[in-house]
């Protein structure tokens, strides 16, 4: 009886400590994304435009400090009626995955307010396109998950833009990628590709949430989580199933959709932006630098590059084809108007590109890498040949 006894404790405390060890297992990987989350708001510190609001004065310090230091305690049938509330195509779950990355999105600090001003700038550009295409719009939230609204933003595996592309799916939807041009990086341009890939996604699906972490992961580690799960088509049966960083996405969405359309409710204020909302386009015939422009029409050469992210070296190769150069509104005139000067002012400064050719270190040396050795020169001498009338390369060879 006692040995009996004893098996039950001992099977129930098993069972116990494992079931703590899986909720540890996916506390510590929701720990992971969300530390990917602010290292990506921390890179948004870093543009341009955050670093000018750094110089002003903020007239919301007071309220804001004071709410970071007594955090409302929200129950969880108000998230669930304001998330139903949402005039969305995509469904919106709520569990405590999704209420951990609320809270996550919703702590009022300076990053969450610089996200929620400069989304005023892109979303106008985002949302114009996907109803181009006839999508759902609360897709155009994904750039703020993907790269918190940087454009120039790139992972460690090489995804870059807003909508984090890697290089051989940028190719496929028609971006061009070369030494000079990353429309990985062009706002409208990439969001375009975007809203082909969602496109193709949903067609392959036929469900917003998979198509949405198909975005993520591919359709294959999707198609493949589905087929694992025994043929389940809901995000949460196959949830298990999907790479580590997928699982975190889709609550991540759901998330940031949530804190963007109820901000006001966590007395979270956007920070204002100065970035120009009205911007036109002119298109480049000729190479030309960015701080030409700059310099020339008096334009911040920060603000200049970041309305035109795509021009990796802030060089337009306009002598191959034709580029567009976004400018403020109030400016698009003058370009005009002095067209030919600008290109012709500190050309040789800012058009003459100097290479600098580095020595690899031995380390790097092909030989080192595969244990080879160089060539020995001992014991050779050397050959004195003129050369005739009818040699070749390969015969003096």
Known sequence: MKNSLFTIIFLFAAVFIGQAQKTQDTTNKNLDALT??????????????????LTENDDNTS?????DKTPKIIPDSVYIERLYKLPTVVPMTYNKIVKQWIQFYTKNTASRRYLLGISQYYMPMIEQI?????????????????????????????????????YPTGKMYGLEINSYVDERMDVLKSTEAA????????????????????????????????????????????????????????????????SMNYYKE?????????????????????????????EYLKIDFDKLATLNPQYKRYIIPGNVKPYPLRLPFDKVSDFLNSENEIYKYKDSVYLNEQVTLISPAKSDRPYNN?????PSTKHR????????????YSNIA
């Open 381 to 392: 001498k050397k050959l004195y040949y003129t050369v005739k009338s009818d040699d070749t």
């Open 36 to 53: 990917q989350q602010n290292q990506y708001l921390d890179e948004l510190v870093n543009n341009w435009y955050v670093k000018q609001s």
């Open 63 to 67: 309220v804001n400090t004071f709410t």
């Open 266 to 294: 966590h007395n979270i204020i956007p920070k204002k932006i100065d970035m120009d909302m009205l911007t036109d386009t002119v298109m480049i015939k000729k190479k030309l630098n960015l701080k030409q422009v700059s």
């Open 195 to 258: 809203a082909k890939y969602l496109r193709d996604m949903y067609k392959i699906f036929g469900n917003w949430t998979l198509s949405i972490a198909a975005y993520n992961s591919g359709a294959g580690n999707v198609k493949k989580a589905i087929k694992r799960s025994g043929g389940k088509t809901n995000f949460w049966d196959i949830y298990p199933y999907l790479p580590r960083e997928t699982r975190g996405y889709i609550p991540a969405y759901i998330a940031a959709l949530y």
């Open 130 to 166: 996907l109803d181009k295409y006839n999508l759902p719009l609360e897709l155009g939230y994904l750039p703020i998950i993907e790269s918190a609204l940087n454009p120039r933003a790139r992972s460690r595996s090489g995804a870059v833009g807003l909508w984090q592309f890697m």
């Open 370 to 374: 595969y244990n080879y050795s160089p």
